[in-house]
């Protein structure tokens, strides 16, 4: 009679679960060609200390303290505990609901003859309740708040992954600003003793105010040049100390020349593996797994549950006179909930979850596209910064050959004050954009490293 009954019911459910559609597809994406960026595929990744390898004691401090303290990186660590937990929630659903009521009743009565009669009640009961997942919703629900947390920990190594690459990035900004504040020191030094030079030849009468002025005039913009710099090294000594979860107050970097540092030769990644060695892209992968597995939630929230509820105990009532014995209680049931009219709530609801995991999608084949496109980026700038570096450094030869060679001809009176005017203004050029290309040279490298995941790779 019972399956009689049920079948209709399930019938309709079937029928129900068919009218709602396929669901979304997932995205297919397309391999890299064989040649990536007109080289051959390598088998080596950055190390997961890649930093160290520009040799760099101090930025290896900066960098265990930023991973120890940096606010952020606190931050993603306590967001993974929320969705840990949020995992082990919905997995409780898999599982029976058990608890325990007691009750304990002190009770006087007066009987019509006055007799005053004192008795106590004691009830102790066990309760279950177990949703039977027949049609696995629970399960599938159980599975995305699985995806979410997994998804959560990969985020937390994009932030982890983010930090480094800044302490880096900001590290070598500080270091080329240095070199560019000693650069103008050198320059101020031998600026000042040329216009110490011309100021006694004045004197002598062997140089005019003219050439006396013109060299005061480039001194003075090498000087003016310099409370910029300092400020700007000020600033990314700031950034550091925010960086490694510090006040900025107090806070000091020895730092260096740029050009001290170890810059190591390029091996471009395994393109078709690079998916696997980014935290953005597997976040974006895990967090559409977890929109698939609420569109199953959703989908067979049409379908019927089944539910049990049981309870069982004992109960006494202890009068003043005499003692009865337990009584044993004891009650089980089974329940079928079946939606028949909700207004739309469910469509609604499916609806929102179909559009979610196309969002999704879109977003995971945007980090996909991304990704490359960031290798191929770094790619490229870092070998224009290393051609440019060479090119700068020959530069610098020439003008500094230059100066001397203009110095050496206004000494011996062949010319006048403008070749070395113009030579001291190139040696400037020079030297700046020698720096700048070293530093686009390191900072090359760690976009490089970057974009290749940082050493990061896919847990097990």
Same mark, same amino acid.
């Given at each position: 009679m019972r399956w009689r009954c049920l079948a209709p019911l399930l019938a309709a459910s079937v029928l129900a679960g068919c009218a709602l559609g396929p669901r979304p597809e997932a995205p297919v994406v397309a391999p890299p060609a064989a040649g990536w960026n007109g080289q051959a595929d390598a088998a080596e990744w950055p190390a997961a200390d890649w930093w160290k390898v520009f040799g760099s004691p101090e930025l290896d401090q900066l960098i265990a303290t930023a991973q120890a303290h940096n606010d952020d990186l606190a931050a993603g660590q306590a967001m993974l505990r929320q969705a840990d937990a949020q995992a082990r929630i919905a997995g409780a659903a898999l599982l029976p609901t058990v608890g325990l009521a007691s009750l304990t009743e002190d009770t006087r009565k007066i009987s019509p003859t006055g007799q005053i009669r004192r008795y106590g009640t004691l009830n102790g009961v066990f309760s279950a309740s177990y949703e039977v997942d027949v049609w696995g919703k629970n399960h599938d629900a159980h599975s995305s708040a699985i995806a979410t947390a997994q998804a959560a920990s990969y985020q937390l190594a994009v932030i982890r992954t983010t930090i480094v690459a800044s302490v880096a990035s900001t590290y070598f900004n500080l270091l080329a600003t240095q070199d560019n504040i000693a650069s103008l020191h050198q320059q101020l030094a031998d600026g000042q003793a040329i216009l110490? %030079?011309?100021?006694?030849?004045?004197?002598?009468?062997?140089v005019t105010g003219l050439q006396v002025a013109q060299q005061q005039a480039l001194v003075e913009q090498v000087a003016a040049s310099l409370p910029p710099l300092e400020a700007q090294r000020a600033h990314l000594v700031d950034a550091l100390a925010l960086l490694t979860g510090h006040n900025p107050e107090g806070f000091s970097v020895k730092g260096g020349s740029l050009a001290s540092l170890a810059l190591p030769p390029v091996t471009a990644g395994v393109p078709s593996a690079l998916l696997v060695h980014r935290p953005d892209v597997q976040a974006a992968e895990r967090a559409l797994a977890a929109a698939g597995a609420n569109i199953s939630v959703a989908r067979k929230a049409f379908l019927p549950s089944f539910g049990l509820t049981g309870s069982g105990g004992v109960g006494s009532v202890a009068l003043a006179s005499a003692m009865a014995g337990p009584a044993s209680v004891f009650d089980m049931g089974l329940n079928v909930l079946q939606p028949i009219f909700d207004g739309g709530r469910l469509h609604g609801q499916l609806e929102a979850v179909n559009g979610r995991y196309q969002e999704l999608a879109a977003d995971y084949l945007k $980090?996909?596209?991304?990704?490359? %496109?960031?290798? /191929?980026?770094?790619?490229?700038? /870092?070998? %224009?910064?290393?051609?440019?570096?060479?090119? /700068? $450094?020959?530069?610098?030869?020439?003008?500094?050959?230059?100066?001397?060679?203009?110095?050496?001809?206004? %000494? $011996?009176?062949?010319?006048?004050?403008?070749?070395?005017?113009a030579a001291q203004q190139a040696l400037a050029l020079a030297d700046t954009q020698q720096i700048q290309a070293n530093l686009g040279r390191a900072q090359g490298l760690v976009d490089l490293y970057k974009a290749l995941g940082c050493g990061w790779t896919l847990p097990s």
């Open positions: 110490n %030079g011309l100021i006694r030849q004045q004197r002598q009468g062997l $980090a996909v596209h991304q990704a490359y %496109g960031d290798v /191929e980026d770094a790619l490229v700038t /870092e070998q %224009g910064a290393r051609h440019q570096f060479d090119r /700068e $450094a020959n530069a610098v030869q020439s003008a500094r050959q230059a100066l001397a060679m203009a110095r050496a001809g206004y %000494g $011996a009176g062949t010319t006048d004050m403008l070749p070395v005017l």
